[in-house]
């Protein structure tokens, strides 16, 4: 079956510094969407990405969806304490049309 | 104020038992859906609905039931043929069915069995 695949599996920042994580699929992905867990919490949703080559911004957050639509990137900027979780992609292009989630990748920042 | 709502938020079982995890959602979605999550690794699906008194299996069906009786509701049973049953359990809902919509999330059942 599918396979998303994340990485880093986990990124240590300095306050400040930025962010990137990685998600890819030797098939064509479908929709692609982004949610964080907060430690302890339940993922939130964040973004959907639709389109080849879209770039959608939400304050220091940038997504991408790549032309051939195998990859998909999350870049915060400066991150903040605030941004500490675990970051998941994932795709509706399971056999049935469900979500296929990456295994996140788990950022921590340092103040 | 909607949203899903899971209980408990723990929930310790010996092994050989059979447990039901709760999930109600006020949001009026049509479609929802039952995760597992292990440390370390993604949600993988176990068995999701989008229709009351239907429902699909997941990628992890096998030691698991469930049922859609009502809308707003969509209770999870572990067996005892479950052979790995500790594991963070997320209810989540959407709108409509897959593929396309934004789900939402329970705040979780840790489910520990000894």
């Known amino acids: 079956g599918q396979q998303v695949m994340q990485i880093p599996q986990y990124q240590h920042v300095q306050e400040g510094e930025d962010f990137t994580t990685y998600c890819n699929s030797s098939t064509t992905l479908s929709n692609i969407q982004w949610y964080k867990q907060r430690p302890g919490g339940h993922p939130v949703f964040l973004i959907q990405?639709?389109?080849?080559?879209e770039v959608k911004k939400q304050k220091r957050l940038t997504f991408q969806f790549g032309e051939a639509k195998k990859n998909s990137s999350l870049h915060i900027t400066a991150t903040q304490t605030t941004d500490v979780g675990t970051y998941f992609c994932?795709?509706?292009?399971?056999?049935?049309?469900?979500?296929?989630f990456g295994k996140g990748t788990k950022l921590s920042v340092k103040p | 104020d909607g949203g899903i709502t899971q209980s408990p938020k723990y929930l310790f079982r010996k092994e050989g038992q059979n447990v039901t995890l709760s999930c109600e959602q006020n949001?009026?979605?049509?479609?929802m859906y039952w995760y597992r999550q292990d440390p370390g690794q993604g949600l993988r699906l176990i068995y999701y609905?989008?229709?009351?008194?239907?429902?699909q299996k997941g990628d992890i069906a096998e030691g698991y039931s469930v049922s859609r009786e009502k809308k707003e509701s969509f209770p999870l049973t572990v067996t005892s043929a479950q052979k790995n049953p500790t594991a963070f359990y997320l209810c989540a809902s959407s709108i409509g069915g897959p593929p396309g919509y934004e789900q939402y999330f329970g705040p979780g059942t840790r489910l520990t069995v000894t």
């Open positions: 949001l009026n979605h049509d479609a």
């Open positions: 609905s989008q229709i009351v008194n239907d429902f």
């Open positions: 990405l639709v389109k080849s080559g």
């Open positions: 994932a795709d509706y292009g399971g056999s049935q049309g469900n979500l296929i």
